[in-house]
Every structure is written in structure tokens, then in C-alpha cells.
């Protein structure tokens, strides 16, 4: 792999799903989840994605971490040994494989935990998955190794899920996920259930860890903030689509997509470092039934730009004036990605 290949990218992936009614003359439909998402991982590189409950971000974190059968499209990752996989189309015994280098940190540290087990257990259960070949003093120092790592004692190993904060749930939960040194890390709205205080501490740790493995991290939230704090690049999604992408800098000054605009205005007021123009009402309208989306852009029911070009067709992600890509049929100035 050169060092302009991507490590992981994603083509036209879809996620979509079944939905059946308990109404016998009412049928059953699909809620599209995820619609036609691309874009490439970098090796070192963090992606932030964002976006309002219910746009997609999660659904994509468990797809590429193996928890969730794509519908369609393509996941392509390069492998240690240089050659590319699709994801989408392994079967489960071929994922056990490469579990090594996809790891997820769920958003609920707690329930992500087996309350059954002792934080110790729980760290070295990778080990035991997926390095059968270690004995259990190697796994038991490793183990420790990756708790102190974390910012956790040894007595820590003893104790159990409900035992711990939830800042020490989340601590587990990295240590448990980057105990097999993976290449991919994909966070999962990792501090959306900590106290404010405890976030800085995670996102601060997760930072580190990131320099220090030379991980390629997939950092997801709804928080704009956090997600400006941890990331290289950005995808604003709604609705299962990516709305716009650009660099972290370039998407906080000039963003281009109603909807980001829309995002960083919610933003705290005194965030001085904001383009004024962004300092305006958060948006109105009626966020469209899954089930019968409207047939053009997903973002016309609250979009203050719309008219009946937008109710008739889905704009095409394109390359617009700042470099990245939006999907609004009045920014787009090149042709379609």
C-alpha cells in the first residue's frame, strides 16, 4: 500500500431495513439507514462523522466493524499484508480474521461490559478470541499493561462493571478494544454518556492513543464541538447521507450545506471562533417518515434554500469552492464524485 491508498474505503454503501407491520392490510417497508455513503480512511487519519439522532452514524460504525450486513455497496480494506478484502461480502468465519484490525468502543460503556465478568476478564477475553497461542501469564501482562495504559490501576482488574464510574466503563472499553493493537479504531458516540468533565478526559485519551498507535480512528457524535476537537476531516450526515465533507478547518469556515450551517449554529453562543453569519435560528420543519422519504434531496421538508428542484431530484455529492464535497443543488460547481 503507497501512502496515498486509503486504508479503508467505502463505496455506495447502503443499510437498509426490513420493517413489517403487525396491520394485516397494511404492508411492511424499508428505512434506509444508510444511503449510498462514500468515502475514504487514511492510515493515521481521523474521520469525524456527525449528525442528528437517526442519520446513519451508527449503522455505519457497525457495518464496518462486521456487527451489521451491508444491503449493498463496497467496504474495501488493505490488509497488513497489502492485499484488499471486501468487508461487506465476508462471512462471519472471514471476519473472525481480521478482527485483529477493526475494533469498535461502543457509545454505553456500561452495557457494552460483561456484568458478569471482572474488568480483568473482560480486557484479556481478545486475547483469548483471537491470540490462542498466548499463554495466560502473557495475556494477564498485557492486560494489566493496557489498564495502566488507560489510566487504571491493577486493583481495577478485580472489580466489576457496576463497581466502576462511568468514566472507568469507558477506560475498559478502549483498553479492551486496542488490547489487539488494531490498525482501525471506530468510535461509536464514545463520550455522549459521560459527564462533561469526563469527556475532556477520554476524548484527551483517545487523542493520545491515537498519535501513539498510529491508529486510523473513526470518531462518531452528534456534538459538533467534540467532533472538531478529535477529527482531520469531517462527514455531516442526515437522513443516511452525507450532506457535506471537508477538512476540519474548512467545514468550520466555510461550510457551504444548509444543513452544516444549520449544525454549527446550535453550536454554545460563545463560541467566538465561528463566522458570524453562522449565528442564526436553528432550522424548522418536519424531519421526513423513513418510510415514504421524499423523492428529491432528504433535506428539503426543513431546508430554508428548497424549491421544486429540490422536491424533484437527489443532488449528487459534488466538489465544491473550498475543496471538499457538498450535496445541495445550489453550492455544486463541478461534476458529481
Request: hydrophobic share 40%; with cysteine; glycine share 6%.
Amino acid at each position: 500500500m503507497n501512502d496515498r491508498s486509503p486504508l479503508l474505503a467505502v463505496r455506495r454503501l447502503k443499510v437498509h431495513y426490513p420493517l413489517r407491520s403487525w396491520l394485516p392490510w397494511r404492508r411492511g417497508g424499508v428505512a434506509k439507514a444508510v444511503d449510498s455513503v462514500d468515502f475514504n480512511l487514511h492510515a493515521g487519519e481521523t474521520i469525524g462523522i456527525v449528525g442528528e439522532s437517526g442519520s446513519g452514524k451508527s449503522s455505519i460504525a457497525r457495518t464496518l466493524a462486521g456487527l451489521q450486513k451491508a444491503t449493498s455497496g463496497a467496504i474495501e480494506y488493505t490488509t497488513r499484508d497489502g492485499h484488499t478484502v471486501d468487508l461487506a461480502k465476508l462471512d462471519p468465519k472471514l471476519w473472525r480474521r481480521l478482527r485483529r484490525d477493526i475494533q469498535l468502543v461502543f457509545q454505553d460503556p456500561q452495557s457494552s461490559l460483561n456484568p458478569r465478568h471482572r474488568v480483568g476478564r473482560i480486557v484479556e477475553e481478545p486475547l483469548r478470541a483471537l491470540f490462542p497461542e498466548l499463554g495466560k501469564n502473557e495475556r494477564t501482562a498485557r492486560m494489566l499493561a493496557m489498564l495502566d495504559r488507560v489510566g487504571l490501576s491493577p486493583e481495577h482488574a478485580d472489580r466489576f462493571p457496576h463497581e466502576l464510574s462511568g468514566g472507568q466503563a469507558q477506560r475498559v472499553g478502549i483498553a479492551r478494544a486496542l488490547i489487539v493493537k488494531p490498525r482501525v479504531l471506530i468510535c461509536d458516540e464514545p463520550v455522549s454518556a459521560l459527564d462533561v468533565s469526563v469527556q475532556a478526559q477520554i476524548i484527551n485519551l483517545l487523542t493520545e492513543l491515537q498519535a501513539e498507535y498510529g491508529l486510523a480512528m473513526i470518531f462518531i457524535a452528534h456534538d459538533m464541538a467534540v467532533v472538531r476537537h478529535v477529527s482531520q476531516r469531517i462527514l455531516v450526515m442526515y437522513f443516511g447521507r452525507i450532506m457535506e465533507q471537508a477538512t476540519r478547518d474548512v467545514l468550520f469556515q466555510q461550510a457551504v450545506h444548509p444543513y452544516t450551517r444549520a449544525l454549527l449554529a446550535a453550536m454554545p453562543p460563545d463560541d467566538l471562533s465561528l463566522p458570524a453569519e453562522y449565528a442564526r435560528p436553528a432550522l424548522d420543519g418536519e424531519v421526513p417518515d423513513p418510510l415514504s422519504p421524499p423523492p428529491g434531496c432528504v433535506f428539503v421538508t426543513r431546508c430554508p434554500m428548497a424549491d421544486q428542484t429540490c422536491n424533484r431530484s437527489m443532488p449528487t455529492l459534488r466538489r465544491v469552492a473550498h475543496g471538499g464535497y457538498a450535496a445541495c443543488h445550489f453550492v455544486g460547481m463541478a461534476a458529481p464524485v
